[in-house]
């Protein structure tokens, strides 16, 4: 849906359920002062608590998105020190490898 259809297919009438919600936020992220022209038209048709509602919406999102965004971090942390220790074993192992060779070939 493109920013324009979704303006003119806003219920002004009634509060944003969290689809509407989300796509506000979702055109925020392209058109930066978005959100702020929808609060405007709630507003202006009588749904005044509009930001309380939408603040609610985006508290939850900015939850949501610091918890992922922890998770990967975590996970990415647990990936490098795999890497790390996979990374040292090979190279040990190499090292003995290369160290038997040159035990048998000088003995």
Same mark, same amino acid.
């Not at 324009?4 to 506000?24: A, G, H, S, V, Y």
């Given at each position: 849906?493109? &920013?324009? =259809?979704? &303006?003119?297919? &806003? /219920?002004?009438?009634?509060?944003? /359920?969290?689809?509407?919600?989300?796509? +506000?936020? %979702?055109?925020? +992220? %392209?058109?930066?002062?978005?959100?702020?022209?929808?609060? #405007?038209?709630?507003?202006?048709?009588?749904?005044?608590?509009? #930001?309380?509602?939408? %603040?609610?919406?985006?508290? /939850?999102?900015?939850?949501?998105? #610091?918890?992922?965004?922890?998770?990967?971090?975590?996970?990415?942390?647990?990936?490098? =020190?795999?890497?790390?220790?996979?990374?040292?074993?090979?190279?040990?192992?190499?090292?003995?490898?290369?160290?038997? #060779?040159?035990?048998?070939?000088?003995?």
């Amino acid at each position: 849906m493109n &920013l324009d =259809k979704f &303006l003119q297919e &806003l /219920d002004l009438k009634n509060p944003p /359920d969290e689809r509407t919600c989300k796509q +506000i936020y %979702g055109f925020e +992220i %392209g058109n930066p002062g978005i959100a702020e022209k929808v609060m #405007r038209m709630y507003e202006e048709a009588g749904l005044w608590y509009i #930001r309380t509602l939408y %603040g609610v919406y985006l508290e /939850d999102q900015q939850a949501k998105e #610091r918890k992922t965004a922890l998770e990967v971090s975590e996970w990415y942390h647990e990936e490098m =020190k795999k890497r790390k220790e996979y990374k040292e074993h090979f190279i040990k192992e190499k090292m003995e490898e290369l160290i038997n #060779r040159r035990t048998q070939n000088g003995s």
